[in-house]
């Protein structure tokens, strides 16, 4: 099964507001990265939380990750239209060489 | 240069057809992969190359055959698909097997 679950599968907004999005995952991690997919196209890396690591902000995103729940939230804040995509969460474990996709979030933000 | 090319953007092919997907990267990584993806799906790993030596197989029908002819360059061989392989097929590259991975723009493939 996916290591990484997400909630909610979908979230509609308007601009200005803020966005979460969270994910969940079942075994230990090395490191938990954030993605986003514009629709049919390749996939953006946002940011990248170590498992040492609670908390990481990069521009309007905020990542935090409580290893205890094995769980991470983003945080988009002073969402743009632009923003409106699909966020997943991938999660890498030790030793290895997969990085195991969330299902997803598809983020719409109304202008 | 973070850019990871594939080529060709759209392909259309016949269950008895023979195609190939490209995939190259310039960043010097040594880690690349094969993901398929279906609409509203999260990208599922097929195959991953570590060194250009084949570390991963996701249990993938043997119509695709993966090929690492060199560090940049990353090729899929599609022999006899399916109608239901129709999908967004996406190379993507890493400097290391758990760092950050860099996408091409996929690949949308359309069996027929």
């Known amino acids: 099964s996916q290591q990484g679950e997400e909630d909610p599968q979908a979230l509609s907004i308007q601009e200005g507001e803020n966005a979460t999005m969270n994910c969940s995952y079942k075994?230990?991690?090395?490191?938990l990265q954030w993605y986003r997919q514009n629709s049919g196209r390749g996939l953006v890396h946002l940011i990248l939380?170590?498992?040492?690591?609670r908390e990481k902000h990069s521009g309007r995103l905020r990542v935090t990750l409580d290893t205890s729940k094995k769980s991470s939230s983003l945080l988009i804040t002073a969402s743009r239209a632009a923003d409106t995509a699909s966020y997943f969460c991938?999660?890498?474990?030790?030793?290895?060489?997969?990085?195991?996709f969330g299902a997803g979030t598809r983020l719409f933000v109304k202008a | 240069d973070t850019e990871v090319t594939q080529t060709p953007k759209h392909l259309v092919m016949g269950m008895t057809n023979k195609k190939s997907l490209k995939c190259e990267q310039h960043?010097?990584?040594?880690?690349m992969y094969w993901y398929k993806q279906k609409a509203k799906k999260p990208p599922e790993l097929m195959f991953v190359?570590?060194?250009?030596?084949?570390?991963i197989n996701e249990s993938v029908p043997s119509r695709f055959s993966p090929e690492c002819p060199n560090s940049s360059l990353l090729n899929l061989h599609l022999h006899a698909l399916q109608p239901e392989d129709s999908a967004l097929y996406l190379c993507?590259?890493?400097?290391?097997?758990?760092?950050?991975?860099?996408f091409g723009a996929g690949t949308r493939l359309s069996v027929l």
């Open positions: 993507a590259s890493s400097s290391a097997g758990i760092d950050i991975q860099y």
């Open positions: 075994t230990s991690i090395n490191n």
């Open positions: 939380i170590r498992s040492n690591e």
């Open positions: 991938a999660t890498a474990y030790t030793g290895g060489f997969k990085t195991i």
């Open positions: 960043m010097g990584h040594r880690a």
């Open positions: 190359y570590s060194y250009e030596k084949l570390s």
